[in-house]
């Protein structure tokens, strides 16, 4: 019986032998094995990959939405400032150097503003308001100071024709 013994212990040593290293073709457990820990090992970089895909689509998210809500805001804020303007407010538009307001609600110019148009000294502007070059005629406020119509006509020295302010 010990042959037979033997005999069985071999074919068992082959087959086991056959089972770990492969035979014929057929891949053991250590080709096995190593397949599958260099599919595993692929698997995990390809997992990597895309949760770090998945992190720059999630930030690229976040700053779409980002711009939509300030958008939004935005529109809000310009809708909301619409509406709380008075319904009956007029828009002005001056056209050249003509104020196109209500006289009522012109900012009067005094002659340092009118020497700065002229490209003059005050001292001149003020001269040719005591000489009445400058229609409408300036009229002294209460401090003291000329306030000259932002519509000024300047009548030039020994003629009869007027020069339009920005000429």
């Known amino acids: 019986m ?3 013994d033997d005999c069985k212990k071999a074919d068992i040593v082959t087959r086991l032998d056959r089972a ?19 599919s595993l090992t692929e698997q995990a970089k390809d997992i990597d990959a895309l949760q770090a895909d998945r992190k720059r689509l999630m930030w690229t998210l976040v700053g779409v939405l980002v711009s939509v809500v300030l958008t939004l805001g935005l529109e809000i804020i310009s809708l909301i400032k619409e509406r709380s303007s008075p319904p009956n ?31 003059r000294n005050a001292d001149t502007i003020r ?21 000259i119509d932002p519509n000024y006509v300047v009548h030039e020295s020994g003629t009869k024709h007027a020069r339009n302010v920005g000429e």
């Open 89 to 119: 407010q007029t828009v002005t538009q001056s056209v050249g150097s003509a104020d196109v307001r209500p006289e009522s609600q012109r900012a009067m110019l005094t002659p340092d503003d009118v020497a700065e148009r002229e490209d």
């Open 127 to 147: 001269r040719w308001i005591s000489s009445g070059k400058i229609d409408p005629q300036p009229v002294k406020s209460g401090s003291g100071t000329w306030m």
């Open 20 to 38: 770990v290293f492969g035979h014929n073709g057929t891949p053991g457990l250590t080709t096995t094995s190593a397949v599958m820990s260099a």
């Open 2 to 4: 010990s042959g037979d």
